[in-house]
């Protein structure tokens, strides 16, 4: 965000309360009129943002979402409640529950005002809704007790919906009442409100993640296990964004409202001094240092933030040293605080913060989050942090440290596993693209690697081999797994997992849609490639690849039916006659004469078709189609087909069976207990503790799960790579999987990262 589009704050009244502070009013941030760009006489866009401190990651890519799709002529005030005082919010599911109903009166009650939860983003303009013909209702929403997303007349709904009802009312008579009466209530556009996978593309204006424990930014990792959203690609790419164009909410020049008091409340105290135990100059950021800064040494240069002369130093520093800051500030605050103190070092920055709770906001992983977030932004710069408890009765714990480090030398790479295996082979195209020299060994190899080493488990069978490696050089040595290793997750330091894995989230584990290759580098047989060409010359074009095993489908269903394999025939054959084209057939051993005979008669009167029973060829097929259409295939079939950006159709013919088994009520249950499944209008359910516990019993190694394809079909299609079913619509154009570029940062990461020590 430019200097000329930054946003003002203003409007705030601050209690002198403790971290993270709570406020009279909402915070507001002001989007002004872009630069060089004549002003619109329409009024501004008031948007009222439910919130809380832990979803600092959602708020900063919520405004960026406003601030891509946004009428630049247009003024955008967004008011951020969150930590509002005179609430009771004991019974509320989240930390902002009946915030909104309090926004006719926080509007001063007149006008119109749009709520959002935190939870969204926007893939339009918000001035569309605000702009929206009421057409005399008091509040526009998706439905009359579906208040997530609306549009509101504060003068009309202040009656009803007003602070001292908000305070100390329950949600539920907050809605009943004006969901009741007459009139009040107007239908809003459900693409102002798409909840998960409601989502398409070019028509979804608001996107909504319902499901808590499915949120990419992972928020309360305390109370949820997390698992992959397939739209999560959608909010990593906003985020990916905004960390490029260095956006912030805040800034040193326009911080956040409640800035000012806090520095007002510390300017009486004093930090002790500082020294040095690193070579080269040193910048001290922290507030009122006092007559500690007469002690400091010849290399330091302080900025005290409690100063009337604040100003950033514009040179770099060899070291950023912070203390007595970060746990004083705002939240608000700490994104721009965190980005100016690593933009300032050239080797490494040193924070030094008290954690103010056991788990959750303010507690030594919370704080280690926010450190760790804001140095991937800065990938060349090493960190330390020494998070101290602020609680003398918390003894365990007192002092941990994080470090990440720099690599001076490409560290030696071992693949444990069988040469041509999948996993080798993903394992060797990973160690191609970091530029790591590696070689494979079988899962007995012996011998001690080079510093700083990383060893790969390609396999299950050799996750125990790989442990042993790393025990003979531990600290040195990093332990790597790609996929399921159907054992215990603790101890290894990255595990790359696919969707299809059903493995949760934890920060040892990256969660890919599929593996980490570079599909279009894949091996292909040039020889049989050109060959087939040939032959194929005269087919007419497109050509369609159908591929169909005879065991079970991707999704775990039955093998293919001899009425099914007929179906499946009749309906290419329906689309091809419409269409123009050829046909390249591959039916896998599984399938037998006469289902093949059902097949062949099926396809009568379709001159231009081919079948080929080597499976090798069946891949040349998929590299020479313009579209596939697959049936009970493997993973790597999926992810070849779908990785060259060509149209891919998943034939999934039990989905009706599984829909009327998942109608029965037992089946139900254990969706609303285990948190499992979705509901009527096809959202996650919400996850709950039995859930969790199976996780937890999963990362332990106690329960090894079986791979779960169908929720690899649901990313790819959530990416536009595919369409479920002959009769299926797309709900995106094709976005290319990324997962390869995911798992090099990781590993990245993984292989700087000093382990924590308490």
């Excluded at 989240?94 to 001063?108: K, S, V």
């Excluded at 007349?153 to 809605?175: F, H, I, Q, V």
């Excluded at 909410?249 to 806090?262: H, L, Q, R, V």
């Excluded at 080493?453 to 396999?459: C, E, M, R």
């Amino acid at each position: 965000m430019s200097a000329d589009s930054a946003p003002m704050v203003d409007d705030v009244t601050s209690k002198d309360d403790p971290w993270p502070f709570s406020r009279l009013d909402p915070d507001r941030i002001v989007l002004g009129v872009g630069h060089g760009v004549t002003p619109a006489k329409a009024p501004p866009v008031r948007i009222f943002l439910g919130t809380e401190e832990a979803q600092y990651r959602a708020e900063r890519v919520f405004f960026h979402s406003i601030e891509k799709f946004r009428d630049p002529a247009r003024v955008y005030e967004i008011f951020l409640m969150k930590n509002l005082a005179g609430f009771d919010r004991r019974r509320w599911r989240t930390g902002f529950t009946n915030y909104r109903y309090a926004i006719p009166d926080l509007a001063g009650g007149h006008g119109r005002a749009i709520y959002n939860d935190v939870d969204q983003i926007y893939l339009a303009d918000p001035a569309e809704l605000f702009d929206l013909d009421m057409d005399g209702h008091g509040y526009l929403a998706i439905s009359a007790k579906d208040t997530s997303v609306m549009l509101i007349d504060c003068e009309r709904m202040r009656p009803m919906w007003n602070r001292a009802r908000a305070s100390t009312g329950n949600k539920y008579s907050l809605l009943n009442r004006p969901a009741k009466t007459p009139g009040l209530w107007g239908v809003l556009d459900s693409h102002w409100n798409a909840r998960d996978l409601e989502y398409v593309e070019g028509r979804t204006k608001c996107l909504h993640y319902t499901a808590l424990h499915q949120q990419p930014w992972e928020p309360f990792p305390e109370h949820y296990s997390y698992h992959p959203n397939p739209l999560g690609y959608l909010w990593h790419g906003l985020e990916r964004e905004a960390d490029a164009q260095g956006y912030q909410i805040c800034s040193a020049e326009t911080p956040s409202p409640g800035f000012e008091p806090c520095v007002e409340r510390v300017r009486a105290q004093e930090t002790p001094p500082r020294h040095s135990d690193r070579s080269g100059s040193v910048l001290w950021v922290t507030l009122k240092a006092g007559a500690a800064a007469t002690d400091l040494d010849a290399q330091w240069t302080l900025l005290d933030l409690a100063s009337t002369d604040r100003r950033w130093p514009e040179q770099h520093f060899d070291h950023v040293h912070v203390s007595h800051i970060l746990d004083q500030v705002p939240p608000a605050d700490l994104s721009w605080l965190l980005d100016r103190c690593f933009g300032l070092a050239e080797k490494e920055v040193r924070f030094e913060v008290k954690a103010q709770s056991p788990s959750g906001l303010g507690s030594c992983r919370w704080w280690q989050d926010r450190v760790a977030l804001a140095a991937r932004r800065h990938p060349e710069v090493g960190w330390l942090l020494d998070v101290k408890d602020n609680d003398p009765r918390r003894v365990s714990g007192a002092v941990t440290s994080s470090r990440l480090r720099r690599l001076h030398r490409k560290p030696r790479v071992w693949i444990l596993g069988n040469v041509g295996s999948t996993h080798a082979e993903v394992a060797a195209e990973l160690a191609t693209a970091l530029d790591w020299p590696f070689e494979v060994k079988p899962a007995g190899s012996s011998g001690t690697p080079g510093e700083p080493g990383l060893v790969i488990s390609a396999d299950p069978a050799t996750v125990k081999a790989a442990r042993a490696v790393k025990a003979r050089s531990p600290g040195t040595v990093r332990h790597l797994h790609i996929g399921q290793p159907r054992s215990s997750l603790e101890g290894i330091d990255l595990v790359l997992a696919t969707t299809a894995d059903r493995l949760p989230a934890r920060p040892n584990i990256v969660q890919l849609t599929g593996l980490p290759i570079d599909h279009a580098r894949l091996p292909v047989d040039e020889a049989a490639l050109a060959s087939w060409r040939q032959r194929l010359a005269n087919f007419p074009q497109p050509m369609t690849a159908l591929w169909i095993d005879g065991g079970r489908d991707a999704a775990g269903a039955p093998g293919v039916g001899y009425g099914e394999l007929a179906a499946i025939a009749r309906a290419v054959r329906h689309e091809l006659e419409r269409s123009g084209g050829s046909l390249l057939i591959h039916l896998g051993p599984g399938i037998d004469q006469q289902k093949r005979r059902d097949f062949e008669a099926a396809l009568d009167g379709l001159v231009y078709h081919l079948e080929h029973d080597d499976e090798a060829t069946a891949l040349v097929f998929l590299d020479l189609a313009d579209h596939a259409v697959l049936r009970g295939t493997s993973r790597l079939s999926m992810l070849r087909a779908a990785g060259r950006g060509k149209p891919l159709t998943l034939v999934d013919p039990h989905s009706a069976r599984r829909a009327m088994a998942s109608a029965n009520p037992l089946r139900q249950l254990g969706h609303l207990i285990f948190g499992g499944g979705t509901t009527s209008r096809g959202t996650p359910h919400q996850q709950h503790w039995p859930a969790r516990l199976i996780d937890s019993a999963i990362v332990k190694g106690w329960i090894k799960p079986d791979p779960d394809e169908s929720a690899l079909i649901r990313g790819l299609a959530a990416r536009g790579l595919c369409l479920e079913g002959l009769d299926g619509t797309a709900t995106a154009a094709p976005k290319p999987l990324d997962d390869l570029a995911i798992a090099k940062e990781a590993v990245a990461w993984m292989m700087r990262r000093v382990a924590s020590a308490a």
